[in-house]
């Protein structure tokens, strides 16, 4: 197996995995990858998948690892959106100053979040 055909991975996953909240299959046109990664010289792929559940409207985040022959597959639930794990994978990871600017914001917060998020 050279080439991963990932459309097909996501259909025989779609085929066999469940929500984990309510046990319905997903549904594969809810069914996005994130992000992917092949390295043929090894003949193994790691895949990033986005679900929604049609049923119940959670979202599952799911990690699958393709060695040799063998699948792996994590998977939690997530409050992220389709859009929103699409939108998050292009930004970088959180820094040490997003921590501290946070840090900094709470200690003047008065525990009014709706004009906290509307001041200008
Ligand atoms: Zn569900």
Request: glycine residues 6%.
């Given at each position: 197996?050279?080439?991963?055909?990932?459309?097909?991975?996501?259909?025989?996953?779609?085929?066999?995995?469940?929500?984990?909240?309510?046990?319905?299959?997903?549904?594969?046109?809810?069914?996005?990858?994130?992000?992917?990664?092949?390295?043929?010289?090894?003949?193994?792929?790691?895949?990033?998948?986005?679900?929604?559940?049609?049923?119940?409207?959670?979202?599952?985040?799911?990690?699958?690892?393709?060695?040799?022959?063998?699948?792996?597959?994590?998977?939690?639930?997530?409050?992220?959106?389709?859009?929103?794990?699409?939108?998050?994978?292009?930004?970088?990871?959180?820094k040490a100053n997003d921590i501290l600017g946070i840090h900094e914001a709470l200690k003047e917060f008065q525990g009014?979040f709706v004009s906290s998020f509307t001041k200008k």
């Open positions: 197996m050279k080439n991963f055909d990932i459309k097909k991975v996501i259909e025989w996953l779609g085929f066999i995995l469940k929500c984990p909240v309510c046990g319905h299959k997903y549904n594969l046109e809810k069914t996005r990858i994130v992000d992917s990664e092949q390295d043929e010289a090894y003949n193994e792929a790691w895949v990033l998948i986005h679900s929604d559940c049609t049923k119940c409207k959670s979202s599952v985040m799911f990690n699958v690892e393709i060695k040799g022959p063998e699948v792996f597959s994590v998977g939690m639930v997530t409050d992220l959106t389709g859009v929103d794990s699409q939108k998050f994978n292009q930004l970088g990871p959180i009014d």
